[in-house]
């Protein structure tokens, strides 16, 4: 193991930590555990959706795995900056501890698998939006397990090649020593700064291509009104990840031109990118909550209808709405104009002019006809159309035996008395 004697005075042990440190410390240790306990949340919650959805249907959803996946990266990466309770607890950083070593370890892997995860979650969405293309299923888990190869791989060249003194202090933890630039650099921030603009790129080429479509005429009418709000919902994907990213990044980037950030601005980037869990559950939580949170696995074929706009209130599905018009016999038809529309007490207001219309014509002096034209559109229901029959039915159901049988008594029969 590395000892003291053999660093400098920016690698070795801080004894005692700066006062004017700890509040920021502090920060990095609370945005630290509150990402670790929202991923391991949600890691548990789709460790049952997706053993439910294997016993129930034998299949599952790529998209739910590749968030599984996600989560598992940022526990890693989460757990790394809630390592440093220990050293506010005892106010100092003890270089060539088990702690020390194990904090080195879970940045490099937790930063990686990070990125590694976003950017295939963004090629994910760009296959399946855009060209409308998945993997086979083997080649799927194929590739997600040469992806955590690819992880471990590259953290682990550095500890090869400096089993001994590869982590120690880096300002208020432990990572790589500065001194191994070409390894902090190689096997770490080439790989964060191409994902950083890989995500940018990707999801600035879903946003296009999906306006281009909405202006072509590519979609339906409600079809390209979901279109508009997920566009919208794209730029924050990569916003997110840069945001949370950037700052630690750059910070550790000036360091390697012999400018070296402070350690209160390494403690402000570290609760950035530790922040990176959290913000993930949230987003991908309420994107997509559809995919996450359905009972039965949604299909992988469905592309636009698995994002839901958390900002905008979601329509209802069902319905349908009536559009009479009238028309005197001596107007053109092509010139007449709705008086009233009545819409059905669905779930959703449906256009009448695609769907149904209604004619009033004028016959004659005293006689009105009323001729109704209606065309019906039978379409596979989508992971929406479960979502909402499922609440429905949640709200419907009587909460116990008593509810129901008082339930059914008030609408069939009155009962008078119950014996013992």
Same mark, same amino acid.
């Given at each position: 193991?590395?000892?003291?004697?053999?660093?400098?005075?920016?690698?070795?042990?801080?004894?005692?930590?700066?006062?004017?440190?700890?509040?920021?410390?502090?920060?990095?240790?609370?945005?630290?555990? +509150?990402?670790?306990? !929202? *991923? =391991?949340? &949600?890691?548990?919650? %789709?460790?049952? #959706?997706?053993?439910?959805?294997? $016993?129930?249907?034998?299949?599952?959803?790529?998209?739910?795995?590749?968030?599984?996946?996600?989560?598992?990266?940022?526990?890693?990466?989460?757990?790394?900056?809630?390592?440093?309770?220990?050293?506010?607890?005892?106010?100092?950083?003890?270089?060539?501890?088990?702690?020390?070593?194990?904090?080195?370890?879970?940045?490099?892997?937790?930063?990686?698998?990070?990125?590694?995860?976003?950017?295939?979650?963004? +090629?994910?969405?760009? !296959? *399946? =939006?855009? &060209?409308?293309?998945? %993997?086979?299923? #083997?080649?799927?888990?194929?590739? $997600?397990?040469?992806?955590?190869?690819?992880?471990?791989?590259?953290?682990?060249?550095?500890?090869?090649?400096?089993?001994?003194?590869?982590?120690?202090?880096?300002?208020?933890?432990?990572?790589?020593?500065?001194?191994?630039?070409?390894?902090?650099?190689?096997?770490?921030?080439?790989?964060?700064?191409?994902?950083?603009?890989?995500?940018?790129?990707?999801?600035?080429?879903?946003?296009?291509?999906?306006?281009?479509?909405?202006?072509?005429?590519?979609?339906?009418?409600?079809?390209?009104?979901?279109?508009?709000?997920?566009?919208?919902?794209?730029?924050?994907?990569?916003?997110?990840?840069?945001?949370?990213?950037?700052?630690?990044?750059?910070?550790?980037?000036?360091?390697?031109?012999?400018?070296?950030?402070?350690?209160?601005?390494?403690?402000?980037?570290?609760?950035?990118?530790?922040?990176?869990?959290?913000?993930?559950?949230?987003?991908?939580?309420?994107?997509?909550?559809?995919?996450?949170?359905?009972?039965?696995?949604?299909?992988?074929?469905?592309?636009?209808?698995?994002?839901?706009?958390?900002?905008?209130?979601?329509?209802?599905?069902?319905?349908?709405?009536?559009?009479?018009?009238?028309?005197?016999?001596?107007?053109?038809?092509?010139?007449?104009?709705?008086?009233?529309?009545?819409?059905?007490?669905?779930?959703?207001?449906?256009?009448?002019?695609?769907?149904?219309?209604?004619?009033?014509?004028?016959?004659?002096?005293?006689?009105?006809?009323?001729?109704?034209?209606?065309?019906?559109?039978?379409?596979?229901?989508?992971?929406?159309?479960?979502?909402?029959?499922?609440?429905?039915?949640?709200?419907?159901?009587?909460?116990?035996?008593?509810?129901?049988?008082?339930?059914?008594?008030?609408?069939?029969?009155?009962?008078?008395?119950?014996?013992?």
């Amino acid at each position: 193991m590395v000892t003291s004697k053999q660093l400098d005075d920016e690698s070795s042990s801080l004894h005692p930590i700066p006062e004017h440190i700890h509040p920021w410390l502090r920060a990095v240790v609370v945005f630290g555990f +509150l990402s670790f306990v !929202a *991923s =391991v949340t &949600l890691c548990f919650i %789709l460790i049952y #959706r997706l053993i439910r959805w294997q $016993i129930k249907s034998k299949r599952t959803n790529q998209f739910v795995i590749l968030i599984f996946n996600l989560v598992l990266a940022d526990i890693q990466q989460s757990l790394a900056f809630v390592l440093n309770v220990e050293w506010l607890r005892m106010d100092t950083v003890i270089v060539g501890t088990r702690i020390c070593w194990a904090q080195g370890w879970f940045v490099s892997t937790g930063d990686l698998a990070s990125g590694v995860w976003c950017f295939t979650i963004g +090629l994910h969405t760009f !296959a *399946s =939006v855009i &060209l409308n293309y998945r %993997l086979k299923t #083997r080649c799927f888990f194929m590739t $997600i397990a040469a992806l955590w190869v690819f992880i471990y791989g590259v953290s682990l060249i550095g500890v090869a090649m400096h089993p001994r003194d590869l982590y120690v202090r880096a300002g208020t933890w432990c990572w790589i020593h500065h001194d191994f630039e070409d390894l902090r650099l190689w096997t770490h921030y080439f790989w964060i700064f191409l994902f950083e603009f890989g995500n940018v790129i990707i999801y600035a080429i879903i946003y296009f291509l999906l306006i281009q479509r909405i202006r072509s005429g590519y979609y339906t009418a409600m079809e390209a009104n979901r279109a508009k709000a997920i566009s919208n919902l794209m730029v924050v994907y990569p916003i997110v990840y840069v945001i949370c990213t950037l700052p630690l990044a750059s910070a550790r980037m000036s360091s390697m031109s012999n400018h070296p950030p402070s350690l209160a601005r390494l403690c402000l980037a570290g609760a950035m990118i530790t922040s990176n869990g959290w913000l993930d559950v949230l987003l991908y939580t309420l994107t997509r909550r559809i995919m996450i949170f359905s009972d039965e696995p949604p299909a992988d074929d469905n592309g636009i209808d698995t994002f839901s706009a958390f900002w905008s209130e979601s329509g209802k599905r069902f319905g349908a709405a009536t559009t009479i018009e009238a028309t005197p016999s001596d107007r053109p038809k092509h010139n007449h104009k709705p008086s009233r529309v009545r819409a059905g007490r669905g779930l959703v207001t449906l256009s009448s002019r695609d769907e149904s219309s209604d004619d009033l014509c004028g016959c004659g002096s005293n006689d009105i006809k009323l001729v109704t034209t209606t065309q019906i559109i039978s379409e596979p229901a989508q992971p929406a159309d479960y979502e909402e029959l499922e609440a429905e039915a949640r709200k419907k159901r009587p909460r116990t035996p008593v509810g129901r049988w008082s339930e059914d008594s008030g609408k069939e029969f009155h009962l008078e008395h119950i014996p013992d």
